[in-house]
DNA sequence: CTGAAAGCGCTTACAG
DNA sequence: CTGAAAGCGCTTACAG
């Protein structure tokens, strides 16, 4: 059974395509009965129209292109979840790509999604990615892009992010508050703008609090796995027997780092405390249970989507587009992994 | 700056749009010189041919649809994941659409995903999902369809799943050789397959060792979540104060479980052993881990996405599709929470 | 080796 | 109120 067009109607009624078309979208010039007659027999035929003539003909796929580092992620999860709620609240379908964190495949993707023409993009950086050609070719091709979470702050377009500075900020300062003396910090890769600027929330919480800053203390991953937060923790206890505090750049190494500290009998909060970032489900029900920073990944998710959805409209209308930058609002989540 | 069009290159090069067209694509019958020249031309032009166009004229989009019950979800995400991932290597890109264990929405998307012309539907069906007609609808239609995982028997398409039968029992059979006398299910909605199937697996172990099985042992929970592990727990404990094990359809829900007895002081497995089922990575992690049945996720998505890649490249060869039914192995974790 | 022409299935400005 | 016609940007069978 071949998918029913527009012409198949028109014949079986005897009218035109024009009319059919027509009516079908419920034009005023239309005659009530012809409306009648045709979308009944649309109904009946299960007519749907082909979206590759409505695509070419109307220059707009009604898609959008979402390019993620990871896929296998509480956080960025719960932001798809938030992208395809509010893009199918607009009628938008969701194509979704992963970088794997790799800046070539970033772009090859970029490519892909631009020959698809979809009607904007959303991306989240690779942490591979410290050139942003690849984002401003594809704005030049007028296609709109929205950027969150990992962003690039040189690139000039709309941004959805959190306060990553501060939000490091305040988890520092809470272990410092709750008397550590010795304070040490996983970070992310150096190329992300987010483990940047969580880096120097840390930082600037210990310089304000009258510590001196020691760089042995920082500790630069690369994975952010679980497995790396095994690594780490027990490096550092090698290194540094005195830390009593550890700033950790996401929940998943956070956990691993716990994992390995438990194994060798180190207690939380009471030897080293622990905060780490983004508060992932499973934060709440390891044990001890995560200190850390919640970061709204559902409402990212569709905040971005909406910033997109706006310069679309925008667009095509002939306005002017003015990009935004929206800060969402982060929380710190006080558990067991602090005293 | 608008995207370059075939008419564009055809124009400065003074040649036609057919020849440009077909020294694009290396057609034999053009020479070398024209191919130099044009490809050259393309590429300093950034060209890339515009799929409204291309999909319209061969009535294919490379892209296939994905409705899944629930995006943030540590297995579905693996499968997702390896879905996106095969898809790629074949050049297919992958909307992703989320039912929230909706029958209406999952009608809803199929329909969407219909009219987009996808070439091809994965599907892994929602909860609330007791009739088929918009699955075999859609296949009337000639768009090739898999399910994976949640599935229905009745549907005649291919299909990848485990054996959840076998996985329950076995899980269940495990409880009973480590000594449990008494053990409960907490069993997933009375419509999916897959719930059906871990409950007589479950019954059937039991059955087959001499266990005489009792229907008030067994908890139909709804959500499937952390929530409901807490709940359904706390009940147990108070219905059955005899209960040393349960078999538990999901991670999530066993994790919840054992959230509340490790809160009441049950001893984990000394006074009750739990199994769980499809290895989130969470339950690796949590104290006592967990012991459960690991689920190939994102072998299971690679797989759905061949089997579709291989039907969608029969039909288009007009061969006969035949449907396969793959089944993914499974194997029991054992972990801290069973003896 | 090159290109004119038809056509994929729509939408819409225009004429009647 | 209806419909003929142009056109979106490609691909490909066909003629030369």
Not at 236 to 241: I, Q, V, Y
């Amino acid at each position: 059974m071949k998918p029913v067009t527009l012409k198949e109607i028109a014949e079986t009624l005897g009218i035109s395509i024009t009319t059919v078309s027509k009516a079908l979208k419920d034009y005023p010039d239309v005659s009530k009965k012809t409306k009648r007659l045709v979308k009944e027999l649309a109904q009946t035929l299960n007519y749907k129209p082909n979206a590759f003539a409505v695509n070419l003909r109307t220059k707009e796929s009604k898609t959008i292109g979402l390019i993620i580092p990871e896929v296998v992620h509480h956080f960025f999860s719960s932001v798809i979840k938030g992208i395809i709620a509010q893009a199918e609240k607009k009628g938008y379908l969701v194509i979704i790509l992963q970088s794997n964190e790799s800046y070539e495949l970033e772009k090859k993707q970029l490519d892909l999604l631009f020959s698809k023409r979809v009607d904007g993009v959303l991306i989240s950086l690779a942490n591979g990615t410290g050139d942003f050609k690849h984002l401003n070719d594809l704005m030049a091709q007028e296609t709109p892009l929205v950027m969150f979470d990992k962003i690039a702050k040189i690139v000039n377009c709309s941004k959805v992010i959190i306060n990553d500075r501060k939000a490091a900020y305040t988890a520092t300062k809470y272990l410092i508050d709750s008397g550590c003396k010795r304070i040490a910090h996983f970070r992310g890769p150096l190329l992300p703008q987010n483990s940047i600027d969580r880096f120097l929330g840390y930082k600037q919480a210990l310089v304000d609090h009258g510590f001196v800053y020691d760089p042995s203390l920082v500790y630069i991953l690369d994975a952010m796995s679980f497995d790396e937060g095994n690594y780490y923790a027990a490096q550092l206890l090698k290194d540094h027997k005195d830390v009593d505090g550890i700033f950790i750049n996401t929940d998943l190494v956070a956990i691993g780092a716990i994992n390995e500290l438990n194994k060798r009998g180190v207690k939380i909060p009471d030897d080293i405390s622990i905060i780490g970032f983004s508060n992932w489900f499973m934060s709440s029900v390891i044990s001890p249970t995560l200190t850390t920073i919640d970061q709204p990944g559902y409402l990212m998710g569709k905040t971005a989507f909406k910033l997109l959805y706006k310069e679309i409209k925008k667009r095509k209308n002939n306005q002017a587009v003015v990009y935004e930058e929206v800060e969402l609002p982060t929380e710190l989540i006080i558990r067991e992994s602090t005293k």
